[in-house]
């Protein structure tokens, strides 16, 4: 086999620590430091330097869901599902700043490009901005009507993308704090979602397996990548010789290179893939995640479009009929979902004629005569 070549994906370093399943990773911006959230209710900061020791954060009471870099690196961000935020100074000590505001578990975490605010995301279906230095909630952005799994600053800071349950992507000023559009393509819950490094387009992912990008100015579908093939927009952005199969599973998390030529997506499948947007072709498949298979030796650019593993491995076939029961299954708990924010919605609708009947009430007692 050929040796790889440098822009070739290649293990590069593998940390072990966290006592429990880990949930979520962030590189800061000088790639020096790796943070890392696990459900063991701790946050880990991996330094990429050989033999240096990792620091190991406690302070959350429950599983750690989320963390991010401030962009000078000298913060980190981290949402739970104990309903806070802290935010730490990856340092030795491991200060944190509890913040308050979420009724539900915190999904995502996210610092605007300067740094001076940050936004979450929660199963209470809100978005909430906070500011940074002045360690305060800011406002709630309140138009989802099911749990919101992410959310993003754009990279100028003017917009915020978030993503739900609701099965809609929602693009949001943060000055005027209005929803400015909704995209409503998902077959399934969404559950990522990123903002292309120039800004002018966003990716989501989705529980029904796919992947797609729109631009944020016409709010155009470009480019939709589906569980068995793959559709585009206009002829001048078609995809071609893209594999027929993206991912077989639910997309959980998706990332663009900083060189907004590649976007990055990881799947229940067991795989990370490396999709290449300018040419419209499947890169690499990892299959680094999966036990029984080693981290992958890549190979040369000519076998692009190749599995990339160490060693051959039997495929796994799934029957038909476990499948479709999975399918509907999953079909029959989202129309639950579905009824359960619906009960919610006329519950508080109850309560708050039942609030307004007893102020009535109360105003017709006062008014009696005694």
Partial sequence: MAAPCPEDPSLERHFKGHRDAVTCVDFSLNTKQLASGSMDSCLMVWHMKPQSRAYRFAGHKDAVTCVNFSPS????????????????????????????????????????????????????????????????FLFSLSQHINWVRCARFSPDGRLIVSASDDKTVKLWDKTSRECVHSYCEHGGFVTSVDF??????????????TVKVWDVRTHRLLQHYQRSSCISGPPSQRLTDVPPLVHSAA???????????????????????????????LLYTLHGHQPEVDFPVPPGRGRSQESVQSQPQEPISVPQTLTSTLEHIVGQLDVLTQTVSILEQRLTLTEDKLKQCLETQQLIMQRMPP
């Fill in 251 to 281: 997309v959980n998390a998706l990332s663009f290179h900083p060189s907004g030529n590649y976007l990055l997506t990881a799947s229940s499948d067991s795989t990370l893939k490396i999709l290449d947007l300018m040419e419209g072709r």
């Fill in 73 to 136: 690196g000298h913060l980190l961000a981290s949402g739970s599902r104990d309903k806070t935020v802290r935010i730490w100074i990856p340092n030795v000590k491991g200060e944190s700043t509890v913040f308050r505001a979420h009724t539900a578990t915190v999904r995502s975490v996210h610092f605007c490009s300067d740094g001076q605010s940050f936004v979450t995301a929660s199963d209470d279906k809100t978005v909430k901005v906070w500011s940074t230095h002045r360690q305060k």
């Fill in 196 to 209: 292309h490094p120039s800004g002018t387009c966003i990716a989501a992912a989705g529980m029904d397996n």
